[in-house]
């Protein structure tokens, strides 16, 4: 069964940082494209951030650019997504999502019909 279960979320001060993690079960994390999106209330779910197969390339949406990162670590099959430098705005809820056809470059991001598999999602609250 192909599972991701997130976890990292909480509540941080504008400036502060957090890690999500992914957890990644029933496939090999190497072997599929894996995405942050956030969906905010009120608003619609945003691509945050993905990496793509194989080679690592990545894909940050414009308003996290320089701040987050994400990461891919193949022997615990893992994805984390490091986010410094929180702000208001970037309060959301926190999904990860994989597909075999995610491919993530700078600029861009691109799949098939549909993302195969999606977490249940972890809260990140930015206060002031």
């Known amino acids: 069964q192909l599972r991701l279960v997130e976890s990292g979320g909480g509540l941080v001060q504008i400036g502060g940082s957090l890690r999500l993690s992914c957890a990644v079960s029933?496939?090999?994390?190497?072997?599929?494209?894996i995405g942050w999106f956030r969906q905010a209330p009120g608003k619609q779910r945003e691509g945050v951030s993905c990496?793509?197969?194989?080679?690592?390339?990545?894909y940050y949406t414009s308003s996290v650019e320089g701040r987050f990162t994400i990461s891919r670590d193949n022997a615990k099959n893992m994805v984390y997504l490091q986010m410094n430098s929180l702000e208001p705005e970037d309060t959301a809820v926190y999904y990860c999502?994989?597909?075999?056809?995610?491919?993530?470059?700078?600029?861009?991001?691109?799949?098939?019909?549909?993302?195969?598999?999606w977490g249940q999602g972890t809260l990140v609250t930015v206060s002031s």
């Open positions: 990496i793509s197969a194989g080679d690592d390339s990545t």
């Open positions: 029933g496939f090999t994390v190497n072997d599929y494209g």
């Open positions: 999502t994989a597909d075999q056809s995610l491919v993530c470059r700078s600029g861009t991001y691109y799949y098939g019909a549909d993302l195969e598999v």
